[in-house]
């Protein structure tokens, strides 16, 4: 039985060691003409918006989809939980710590197997397919084409996913953390 072409983004699982994970809030300017969709990979953008619901004009830093970044080269915040419309100010809880685990679908580009990929690195393929504004959920994946060792992909694959119906293969889920991440080690601040 194949696996799905059934791409969702992002979802954390836990943190690495499996304790849980937590959220931190950042804002989605209403400039910004992009959408947001629930599980995409974020990045940091320059400003700060107000959350709408704070009495004292409570500033959060802003984020943008990661569908405007470049794979490989930006540096990612973490996953997104939920939804912002286009051209709409929205508040995000991101998951922004750099040891969290998510699952993710692979492309369809190179059948994945644990003994040739697993334990390396993979960019994110922001270019597979675009959210769905019907589930409101991202469509990116990790990109299986150009695995490799190379410190500077964007993520980090753990394992195949023990869920069921989940092959190695052809859109295989995967585990993952974030390589190029934001917060991490050594990287330029922006």
């Known amino acids: 039985m194949a696996n799905p072409n059934n791409p969702f983004g992002f979802r954390p699982i836990s943190r690495l060691g499996g304790i849980p994970f937590s959220c931190t809030e950042y804002g989605k300017p209403a400039s910004d003409a992009n959408t947001l969709f629930a599980f995409d990979i974020v990045k940091k953008v320059t400003g700060a918006v107000a959350i709408p619901e704070s ?7 802003t984020i943008q989809t990661g569908y405007q970044g470049t794979p490989g080269t ?10 912002g419309a286009l051209s709409t100010l929205s508040v995000h809880l991101v998951t922004d710590e750099i040891d969290v685990l998510y699952m993710a679908m692979c492309d369809a ?12 690195n993979a960019n994110i393929n922001i270019a597979y397919n675009t959210g769905s504004t019907a589930t409101k959920q991202s469509g990116m994946t990790v990109n299986t084409t150009g695995i490799a060792t190379t410190n500077t992909l964007d993520l980090r694959l753990t394992r ?3 869920i ?3 092959l190695e293969g052809t859109n295989a ?3 993952c953390t974030i390589n190029k991440h934001l917060f991490g080690q050594q990287t330029a601040g922006v």
């Open 55 to 61: 009495p004292i004009g409570y500033n959060v830093p």
């Open 164 to 166: 069921t119906p989940n």
């Open 74 to 83: 930006t540096l990612w915040v973490g996953s997104s939980l939920n939804y």
């Open 160 to 162: 195949v996913s023990m």
């Open 173 to 175: 889920v995967v585990e």
């Open 109 to 120: 580009t190179t059948p994945l197997t644990t003994t040739a990929h697993i334990g390396k």
